[in-house]
Nanobody
Framework: RLVESGGGSVQAGGSLRLSCVAS????????MGWFRQAPGKEREFVAG????????VYRDSVKGRFTMTRDTVQNTVYLQMSGLKPEDTAVYYC????????????????????WGQGTQVTVSS
């Protein structure tokens, strides 16, 4: 089970930190990812960390602004978002890929078997 928290409303340029707590299995068993879905748009990959923890991948539009980390003791992954823009407004989802290779991060929705319920992020201009 994946449970996200930390969403909210901020002004452009602001920051938020999203958390995703996993229960049932250690996050080291999974490739962990963050996705987002804006109204009327398809769900898109934001960031992911490999099973080994040594490879973190970001979509181009968030590079340099978002940082994904994981805490294997707390069994939690985080998405630190800074320099937020109105186009970052979306529901953000945490996801887990149980079948990915150790050091590889896949960026397609269909690669992830487990999903959280989502947390809303709204950025106003």
């Amino acid at each position: 089970r994946l449970v996200e928290s930390g969403g909210g409303s901020v002004q452009a340029g602001g920051s938020l930190r999203l958390s995703c707590v996993a229960s049932g299995r250690t996050i080291r068993s999974f490739v962990m990812g963050w996705f987002r879905q804006a109204p009327g748009k398809e769900r898109e990959f934001v960031a992911g960390v490999s099973r080994s923890g040594d490879n973190t991948v970001y979509r181009d539009s968030v590079k340099g602004r978002f940082t994904m980390t994981r805490d294997t003791v707390q069994n939690t992954v985080y998405l630190q978002m800074s320099g937020l823009k109105p186009e970052d407004t979306a529901v953000y989802y945490c996801a887990a890929d149980a079948t990915g290779l150790t050091s590889r991060v896949r960026n397609t929705v269909g690669s992830y078997e487990y999903w959280g319920q989502g947390t809303q992020v709204t950025v106003s201009s």
